[in-house]
């Protein structure tokens, strides 16, 4: 292939290269096993992001046995619960899924229902693992489980081959850990090859050569039995990388894990959104219009954005050349206790002029990251930041036509703690890879349109045209 000096390649090059892909559409074969063997594939969502495949879904922001325990009883292909553990340190979030593991399991055997669990992270490989995954196995009693990483995002472009994670940027494939995602203060890596990105993060208690790996000559030459025997070789507890370039990859992959674990053996999986469409058996929707959402005729939109990647900043300032009111928000005035209160007082009252005016409005971030000397600082810093978007969310008084968040950790405190979301609906996808959710009626603007906005998906005019899109 035609790597350069970043080891990056030509998207449409490395692609046509590939092995064709199995032959055989496989979602009906996995459609009727479920209806045979129906089950509930619960998954943890470190932010809401992870929507970004699925329609006609619950999401949960509270993991009670009892609220648990009422959605499982009403046998949903897939429900999601939204832990927003991307934010927290990682003991916190360690507990955190130890609990839901926990609940999970007695509200199953309550409902009487088959659980299969996912840990839905990052497309581009930032979170608490391995910490989180080993809790959530404790939790649910299955320390002996195979661990499959999986981050596969076609919506996203996101692919793994040969071993090494992609992100498309342009018509480039470039090394996962040669992108901007790599230099997170928080949950930086250095490795692309998922199996040398497993010793890494886990300080080297799994070495890479003891990783490992279903190729996409397994997926495309060997197809679900290859898959299957592959599975079945592997030490319980011991963790797996899988290839992926397509949804008929991850189709092939799926059939094999279902006859697999038809005999009784068991699996988490540690993955990207496009997985959990395909296990769940959840049809394909085509994208949503602006009609789908029954906005009301009057008004404006609120844009919030928190997210500081490149992608976002990028979009940020497309936005901004358009017809909307902007305010930005001084992120050191928001870290700053003597200067916290004012700052949002004034970006509120701003806001809230624009809106009753009928304007669309965007808040932002200063664009400057504000980093801390190590994880731990930085995700209070990032804490602080957030909950200042909230406090300015909660003191804007007029209803927005729809709000959009933009940015994972946002749009999850945005929800949970500024509107008082306990459960909300997917409605499905406004463009690729950027979920529409419906706010329940419990919330402080019951039946809002609410569009998750992942900080690294799209174009740079991606999130301008949304906007256009959603104009009256």
């Given amino acids: 292939m035609d790597a350069i000096n970043d080891g990056s390649l030509d998207l449409a090059t490395c692609l046509a290269a590939l092995p064709p892909e199995w032959p055989i559409d496989l979602q009906p074969v996995i459609d009727d096993h479920l209806i045979r063997h129906p089950q509930t594939v619960v998954v943890l969502d470190d932010d809401p992001t992870g929507t970004q495949t699925v329609a006609g879904i619950p999401v949960l922001t509270e993991w009670s046995v ?39 399991t007695i509200a199953a055997a309550q409902a009487k229902r088959a659980i299969s669990v996912v840990s839905r992270s990052d497309s581009t490989l930032r979170g608490h693992f391995p910490g989180e995954v080993a809790a959530l196995a404790q939790g649910l009693g299955e320390t002996n489980a195979t661990w499959l990483i999986i981050p596969f995002f076609l919506e996203g472009g996101r692919y793994t081959i040969d071993d090494i ?44 050569n003891a990783v490992g790996s279903i190729s996409l000559d397994d997926l495309r030459q060997g197809g679900p039995e290859r898959v299957a025997s592959l599975l079945l070789a592997l030490t319980q507890g011991s963790i797996c990388i899988v290839n ?40 394909a929707h085509p994208l949503l219009q602006p009609q789908d959402l029954h906005l009301p005729l ?14 976002t900043t990028a979009q940020l300032e497309h936005l901004l050349a358009a017809n909307i009111v902007s305010v930005e928000v001084d992120v050191a005035a928001l870290a700053n206790d003597a200067r916290q209160a004012a700052s949002i007082e004034q970006v509120a009252q701003q806001a809230d002029a624009a809106l009753q005016e009928g304007h669309d409005v965007v808040i932002s971030t200063s664009r400057q990251l504000m980093a801390g000397p190590d994880a731990t600082t930085s995700l209070a810093i990032g804490r602080r930041v957030s909950d200042g978007l909230c406090a300015i969310l909660a003191a804007i008084t007029t209803r927005p036509r729809y709000l959009i968040a933009k940015g994972g950790i ?63």
């Fill in 66 to 104: 009892e609220a648990l325990a009422n959605e499982l009883a009403n046998n949903w292909p897939a429900i999601y619960i939204l832990t927003n553990s991307r934010s927290m340190p990682l003991a916190q979030a360690q507990a955190l899924n130890s609990t839901i593991g926990h609940n999970l």
């Fill in 165 to 208: 994670h992609y992100v498309a940027q342009g018509q480039r494939l470039v090394p996962a850990g040669a992108t901007a995602f790599a230099r997170d203060p928080a949950f930086g890596y250095r490795a692309s090859n998922l199996r040398e990105w497993v010793a890494e993060k886990s300080g080297g208690s799994h070495s890479a």
């Fill in 244 to 283: 992926a370039a397509s949804y008929r990859d991850i189709q092939v992959l799926v059939t094999g894990l279902l006859m697999v674990e038809a005999t009784g053996r068991r699996y988490l999986y540690r993955t990207a959104a496009s997985f959990v469409r395909v296990r769940a058996g959840i049809v």
């Fill in 298 to 311: 009057t008004g404006g939109g609120l844009v919030i954005v928190g997210s500081y990647v490149p992608t």
């Fill in 410 to 472: 946002t749009s999850s405190d945005l929800a949970t703690i500024g509107l008082g979301v306990r459960r909300a609906l997917v409605l499905g996808q406004i463009v690729a890879g950027v979920p529409v959710w419906k706010l329940g009626p419990e919330c402080r603007y019951p039946d809002l349109i609410y569009i998750v906005f992942p900080g690294n998906v799209g174009g740079p005019g991606t999130l301008a045209d949304v906007v256009a899109m959603l104009r009256p």
